[in-house]
């Protein structure tokens, strides 16, 4: 198939079948091709464990390495740079560099998915025009075309920023690895992160302290608690049991006086009253 004269496009050769998909992506083109990809390399982050050990990773950072506000004595700040202060640092740029160094591969590659996504694109506008009896192209699709053309330009300046600040990042860590003062430099920022470890470390432990001691106290509450109201029915429970006896005791005594008397009216209620008594305390 050829393309119209009119736009100076080449020749080339399009599928029909792929026509209307095409389409569909190329309505979406000018915003897409805007839109150079940040999932390249993932954010670095740097922060100590609570052996004061040094932890490099990428992605979400950890809780550990979250900043506290906390200020730094002047006196950590200053104590002599060791050799595994210097060690950890390097190790922290080491990552940082690789980082870079693939965000830096990544908008370049964007490149070439730029010009694909162009060229399938024109291609779609190209087939409706090939498609029609005349080849005639119209204005909408030229404007069409213009605007993939334009999209993809301003993609591709994109990119090349992005390449253009990896470079930068990539210079300036270098420039730190291959100078020992500007490496000793990095000590007290990796000191004050240290010294921020361990001073939330600390308060962690007092606040778990903290929280332990108030639970052991609600513990001893409760059980105090719980004695008292054991405490409480068992007093309840010896008083029943009391007036029972003392009662059990009038009625013996009131049996016993009406069979010396030769009471029987006397001695069989007081009989019938000593039984539910009896009764009363074994089910207690």
Known sequence: ???SSRLGWER???SRGSSVGMLAFWLHLPAILVLVSSAHAQATYRCVDSRGQLIVGQGVAPALCRQEGIVTPQAVLDRPVTAGELG???QYLDVKLAEFVARKQACGDRHERIEVDKDDTLDAIDERSDNRRNGRVSRGEKRAGRSVEASAERAHVTAKHCELDADNQIAEVRSVLNNPAKLRAQV???RAEKFRHEQTAA???EGDQ???RAEEERRRVGAREADERRFAE???QGEVVRRELLGLLEDSRGASEGLIAGSYDAFAPRLRAIDQRIRSLRGS
């Open 1 to 3: 198939m050829m393309r």
């Open 12 to 14: 080339r050769s399009v």
């Open 88 to 90: 950890e640092i390097t």
């Open 188 to 190: 007290p920022a990796l």
């Open 203 to 205: 308060r962690r432990r």
């Open 210 to 212: 903290a929280a332990a």
């Open 234 to 236: 068992e007093r309840q």
